[in-house]
């Protein structure tokens, strides 16, 4: 599986952005990146995916490089209910059942 | 649309003793994972099943832990003889199956299992 790397811990104010860096330097051109977050105490959520393309929707928007060795969640405007752990993850696309392999992930706090 | 259920949500067990956890994924996901997560750490994979066929169990300790999915829907993990370092939250997550990557996994909350 091919690896990311992020921050262990990150903090933001609320009603601030939050930019969340992730960094995978061995992507292939099949790869898919993916993030989930965890709240306390629950089971992860997916908040979004892209491949090429910055993308866009309701929870954050993800920015991709254009080389893809890199990628950055955005979450607009923190609320406290966006201090969770925030994982990004490298999934091929290629044909079959995927696995869906965790890291350490980045602890985001946010201040009120 | 009805999440992942698991049961239990909590269990305390000593060691050498087995335990089952249940879970229910999301009607028609073909794709179910069981995960262990032991606190601070994020989860670590231990199996998964394309309907009742497994995928990949490469990270199951099969000495002691066993799973099955039996008609391709519910799933159980049992753990035997349970060990101290085997408390963690176990979690279970669905997804569709497909060749797209546009294939969101969806999680339940997870049995906390403490082992004494």
């Known amino acids: 599986d091919a690896k990311t790397t992020q921050p262990n811990s990150m903090e933001s104010n609320e009603e601030e952005p939050v930019h969340l860096p992730c960094n995978h330097s061995?992507?292939?051109?099949?790869?898919?990146i993916h993030w989930y977050r965890q709240l306390p105490s629950q089971g992860p959520e997916y908040v979004i995916h892209g491949l090429t393309s910055n993308v866009n929707n309701r929870m954050a928007s993800l920015a991709i490089a254009e080389d893809r060795k890199s990628s950055t969640l955005i979450l607009h405007r923190a609320t406290l209910r966006d201090a969770a752990v925030y994982y990004c993850i490298l999934r091929d696309r290629g044909q079959g059942a995927q696995k869906l392999v965790f890291g350490q992930g980045t602890r985001l706090t946010i201040n009120p | 649309e009805a999440g992942v259920a698991q049961s239990p949500r909590y269990k305390i067990i000593e060691k050498r003793q087995s335990v089952a956890f249940w879970c229910n994924p999301i009607s028609g996901h073909a794709t179910l994972y069981w995960y262990q997560q032991i606190l601070g750490q994020g989860p670590k994979l231990l199996i998964q099943f394309q309907n009742n066929g497994v995928v990949d169990d490469s990270q199951l300790p099969k000495d002691r832990f066993s799973a099955e999915r039996l008609k391709g829907v519910d799933s159980t993990l049992k753990i035997q003889p349970a060990k101290l370092e085997d408390s963690a939250v176990y979690l279970c997550?669905?997804?569709?199956?497909?060749?797209?990557?546009?294939?969101?996994?969806?999680f339940g909350q997870g049995t906390r299992l403490t082992v004494v």
């Open positions: 997550a669905s997804s569709l199956f497909g060749a797209s990557q546009n294939t969101e996994a969806f």
């Open positions: 061995t992507i292939s051109g099949t790869d898919y």
